[in-house]
């Protein structure tokens, strides 16, 4: 799933955050003496606004420096909420998995609780039985669906055949691109063929629509984010829109797939066979809960691993020794006639190396989603109240230098043992551990293996003359390269 960061202080006026600030404060003070000593220190914030004007715009960043102070375990303040922070492969570990029984909830935040229905759905649902049911549900049926199977990877071939034939018109007109658009039609039309029975062509009308949903809601979930923490802020004039506008993406998003599903009944009959839609409406009885799970497959899974790509691409053409060893094992391995096979993975060591040191080096979900303790609970010594948000740094366990040495720079044979095979260390955690664990990550994984072997096979990526991209990223629903452009050339 996708990572949320539940704060966004940056954009803010300052006679806004004043405003923001004496309200925090009067709440805090009737309300919450007491809750802080129970809590784990943590870096000193300001007394009405406390670390949100620290945080800058990668919070990941600013969390991961603070942890060099203060620890693994330490404590944030963000207007009227308190948050406790884990860093490190170990604390992460104890908390997500021995912990679990009480670390595995979600908190409440106004734009998710909204976006969610009220918490329906896989997502940013409550931990409780209700979950735990609906998520088995719908990993099963997913499995039923081609997940892990050769369906699943016929499915993905259909949409690196149509992407490998776009990506060859734009280098026929020689031209840097910006190959974002592309990628995102390409893997959100594997999650339409998987879930809807169907892939659409892309001048499609409708799946135009869809598009345009998709990455209006991308867009609009950052600026929404400040009213995780002042939820108030939506009454003020200018403010309201902030997050009527991801609502109103979102609910049309819902409209459409309710569509499919009406349509889906309606074909139904004994000599048909089951769709994924009707399997998932068999299983929980309810089309609203059918409905919230199909919207976190569509947002969740598809932006996620297009964001992935975007980062693979853009690390590839900035090391052109990483994509030229690729390409020769694909060469000899593979060869240029047949396309690639999950069955090819074993013999290429280096390019799944290659494209897990992107998974590493920029953490699509460095904060995850954040999870909230269940009950009172101790962790390392420290306890944490009942329904305290908890923020899981997994970019702090994928950038230690304890782990990873000289962990910004990008090295694939960090995954490649002494004989040349892959290992991957415990310390690898791009889609979480415990059970709130990223269920779709079976699909991501075989979408990165297929779609960048493919195309490494056919192309060869590079950058246009000028100052190189940033890579530092820009944080949103995930953490996504800045807009880039690139250049393809057919492979001789």
Known sequence: MASYVPFGWQGLSAALAFVSSISSLAVDTFFGKGKKKKLPAGPPGYPLIGNLSSLGANPHLQLT????????????RMGLQ???VINGYDAIRE???????????????????ELSCGGKGI?????SDEYKNRRKAMVSILRRFGMGKGIMEEKIHEEVLELKKNFARQAASGEAFD???LLGCSVLNVICSMILGARFEQDDPLFHRLVALMDRTVAAMGPSQILNVFPWLRFLPGMGQT??????CAEEIREFLSGVIREQRSQLNNNDDVSFVQSLEAALKEDDQVTMIMQDLFIGGAETTTTSLRWALLYLALHPEVQENMQTELDREVGRERRPSLTDKPRLPYTEAAILEVQRVRTIAPLSIPHAASQD????GYNIPAGTQVLVNLWSVHMDPAHWPDPDRFDPTRFLNEQGKVVRPEQFLPFSIGRRQCPGEQLARTELFLFLTTLL????????????????GVMGISLSPTPYKICVRPRE
């Open 65 to 76: 420096e603070w942890r060099r102070e203060h620890g693994d375990i330490y404590r944030i």
């Open 82 to 84: 308190d948050a406790v």
């Open 95 to 113: 908390a997500l998995l021995k912990k679990a029984d009480s670390l595995s909830d979600r908190p409440y935040m106004y734009v998710l609780h």
């Open 123 to 127: 997502g940013f649902a409550g931990y």
């Open 179 to 181: 190959p974002s658009h």
């Open 243 to 248: 997050g009527s506008d991801v609502f109103r």
């Open 377 to 380: 609970v101790e962790l390392r």
């Open 457 to 472: 096979q056919h192309f060869t990526f590079e950058l246009p003359e000028g100052a190189p991209p940033s890579t530092e």
